[in-house]
């Protein structure tokens, strides 16, 4: 079995949904195989909870199958997966904060840093939005692509250090690198606008 | 000087640019904080790729799934499962499948000394300082595993499920009176019966504790010996010195706190409180005097605070200085 991201040939998400709409189970297996993981890690960067990304993702799945099988589009799975994982996730940290207020409520404050001021609740979502789209352009690179930008980002490893972990030469880590930020600045708007 | 995009700021961070580059780029962040932000997502995203490397095996995770599926439509599931037995019994046999955990991949590349093929295959996973990590094991077990710590197992549960532990985790176990679960450390074993827990055992503290969320756990110094069974709430607390103690009523938030990213301490002692900071930011903290050490506090950090941020408020409680010694040390001192 292949690790859960794939390489992303553009045309497979949507054969298989369809072979999963016609009630083929192990197609719709292969499409959870390839998005979970980065699903996950997609939730996770809204709501910093692995157990809880893992449920959405399973819910969000199921979801797709009923669509599927009541024989709604199977068209552009991919953005219909990662549109739903935020809804989903949006909407979770909503209800948490709506459980925070209630909580805080009826506890003590703790003494708050008299200078920290915290960001506003838009700030943080504007926040998560860019850690989510940039975990999710991650994901999507090509596997040894992203293997090397993350342990660039990582612990700043030098293109021999990884050359050597990942059994390939100094030279194709460095054009790696520079494909794969070159394919994040297609994809990612442009730093520095939170919106 | 060019435009400050993706491919500027990813060799930024990876520590890549000429002095003139870097220049620009620090002179362009310190404009605003939402340009800061950018740094702070790719910084992130490199920290969670560990911390949710999932060494999952997603056929278990979709043999869950899918009886959901089923429950979808009825009419189809008996075709559907006579289909699926050939690809569960793979799926049986597969115990571990690697996801794309960095850590896991390094930690996988070093080829064992033996090299032998017969022995059954001991992985060994690790977090380093400021890492943490979840993975699900063949037999499905979930394994949180907090900073600095190594988990080793076999991908084979035929009749015993023992793994070995150097550090933090929490364990979420099926339980299976014929394949009891058990985590040995330095200081003692602990075999689940049907159970969520914690472990934390250090090879360099002098104390190992376990503590039990759901279920029940059985301690005891190894295998041989009579153990001593926990409830939800207690906790098991070995020392060198005082040998067994036992605790009810725990605060399990203290604990447990960490696997929803919260770090809760609860009449810690300082010294206790530093080491912990230490492993989950990967930094230096030294006292000023050793009569600080025993100074214990109360305080919960939930939103991922630095470790700067966090010795702030520990400073503020305990009337303590905070001085930066170096990029990633710091030194407290009495005011």
Redesign the interface.
């Known amino acids: 079995?292949t690790?859960?991201?794939a390489d992303d040939a553009p045309e497979l998400p949507d054969t298989v949904a369809a072979a999963a709409a016609a009630?083929d189970?192990?197609a719709?297996?292969r499409l959870?195989?390839i998005y979970?993981?980065p699903l996950?890690?997609f939730i996770?960067?809204y709501v910093?909870?692995?157990?809880t990304?893992?449920e959405l993702v399973?819910d969000i799945?199921?979801q797709l199958?009923?669509r599927l099988?009541r024989g709604e589009s199977a068209r552009d799975v991919k953005a219909y997966l990662f549109t739903t994982a935020r809804n989903r996730a949006i909407s979770h940290l909503r209800h948490r904060r709506v459980e925070a207020r209630h909580r805080d409520r009826q506890l003590p404050h703790?003494?708050a840093?008299p200078e920290?001021v915290a960001p506003s609740a838009d700030?943080q979502l504007?926040?998560r939005e860019?850690?989510a789209a940039?975990?999710r352009a991650?994901d999507m690179l090509p596997?040894r692509q992203?293997?090397v930008?993350?342990?660039?980002?990582?612990r700043?490893a030098s293109n021999d250090e990884i050359a050597q972990?990942l059994g390939i030469a100094s030279a194709t880590v460095a054009e790696h690198?520079r494909r794969?930020?070159?394919q994040?600045?297609a994809t990612?708007p442009?730093?520095?606008?939170?919106s | 000087m060019a435009d400050i995009d993706w491919v500027l700021l990813g060799r930024y961070a990876a520590g890549e640019c000429t002095d003139d580059e870097r220049a620009a780029v620090d002179r362009w962040l310190a404009a605003s904080p939402a340009r800061q932000a950018t740094l702070g997502a790719i910084d992130r995203v490199a920290a969670q790729a560990d911390r949710t490397a999932s060494v999952v095996d997603h056929a278990a995770r979709f043999a869950k799934l899918r009886s959901r599926l089923e429950a979808e439509t009825p009419s189809r599931s008996v075709a559907w499962s006579r289909r699926w037995q050939p690809a569960m019994k793979i799926a049986a046999g597969v115990l571990l499948v690697l996801g794309t955990s960095l850590a896991g991949y390094m930690a996988f590349q070093r080829p064992s000394p033996s090299g032998d093929v017969a022995q059954p295959i001991v992985h060994t996973i690790s977090t380093a300082r400021g890492q943490r990590m979840s993975l699900r094991l063949g037999d499905g077990t979930l394994v949180l595993l907090a900073p600095a710590s190594t988990l080793r197992f076999t991908a084979s549960y035929t009749s015993d499920r023992t793994v070995q532990l150097d550090g933090e985790a929490v364990f979420t176990v099926t339980h299976d009176e014929r394949r009891p679960f058990r985590v040995r450390t330095r200081a003692f074993v602990a075999r689940d019966l049907g159970t969520r827990f914690v472990v934390r055992a250090y090879a360099d503290d002098s104390v190992a504790n376990v503590v039990v969320a759901e279920g029940a756990v059985a301690v005891a110094r190894d295998a041989a010996v009579d153990s001593v069974v926990l409830s939800p709430g207690d906790g098991a607390r070995l020392t060198t010195a005082a040998g067994v103690t036992l605790a009810h009523g725990l605060s399990l938030d203290s604990y447990f706190g960490w696997t929803e990213g919260r770090l809760v301490f609860r009449r810690t002692p300082l010294a206790d409180a530093i080491q912990q900071i230490e492993r989950w930011h990967d930094v230096e903290i030294r006292l000023a005097s050793p009569a600080l050490a025993a100074r214990s506090f109360s305080a919960t950090f939930e939103h991922g605070e630095s470790a700067a941020e966090m010795l702030q408020v520990i400073g503020a409680v305990l009337k303590l200085d905070v001085t930066q010694t170096g990029r990633r040390s710091y030194l407290l001192h009495a005011q």
């Open positions: 079995m690790s859960g991201m009630g189970v192990q719709f297996e959870f195989a979970a993981d996950c890690r996770y960067s910093d909870s692995w157990e990304a893992e399973d799945f199921l199958w009923i099988r703790e003494p840093a920290h700030q504007a926040e860019l850690i940039l975990q991650v596997r992203r293997e930008v993350l342990l660039k980002w990582q700043r972990a690198f794969a930020l070159q994040l600045r990612l442009a730093p520095g606008d939170l």
